[in-house]
């Protein structure tokens, strides 16, 4: 059950992810369910899906995310990637508060520190359809 075409996160990524849990309860947060439902499948660990099957449900508010990133549950949210609509939550108020947040507040984990295979041709600052993943610890709610 290989990631195939269309998924978020590469086996490197798991495995990072994995490695740098810290006690975690979920492995990751993800825009989807169909995000979460691979990640789950191929990790055998629990995944967040943030705003629902099609991304447009408005499953996670910015107080719950803050809630389990300060009790340690939740460290890693990935935003963008292979969603549908252009972006999480198909741009819900709620889903724009949520991803600002993560950004201004949590730290971007590098491509480069769980994949071996970066592609030469591609910069990082080209992200419009590119997923992202983001460190938070609870020093990092205020």
């Known amino acids: 059950m290989g990631g195939g075409m269309g998924g978020d996160a590469s086996s490197e990524l798991v495995s990072y992810l994995k490695k740098y849990r810290d006690g975690a309860k979920w492995l990751l947060a993800v825009s989807s369910s169909q995000s979460a439902a691979q990640l789950i499948l191929s990790s055998g660990e629990p995944v967040i899906s943030m705003w629902g099957w099609s991304g ?3 499953a996670m508010t910015l107080a719950k ?3 389990l990133v300060e009790k340690g549950e939740l460290h ?3 935003l963008g990637g ?3 609509g ?3 939550g198909g741009g819900s108020s709620v889903s724009s508060e949520v991803t600002e947040w993560v950004q201004q507040h949590g730290t971007a984990v590098k491509e480069s520190e769980y994949s071996k295979s970066t592609s030469s041709g591609s910069s990082s600052s080209s992200q419009s359809n ?3 993943v983001y460190r ?3 020093s990092d709610v205020s």
């Open 86 to 88: 252009g972006g999480p």
């Open 82 to 84: 292979g969603g549908m």
């Open 76 to 78: 890693y949210v990935q």
């Open 56 to 58: 447009s449900d408005n």
């Open 65 to 67: 995310l803050k809630e």
């Open 130 to 132: 590119q997923s992202a």
């Open 136 to 138: 938070l610890d609870p």
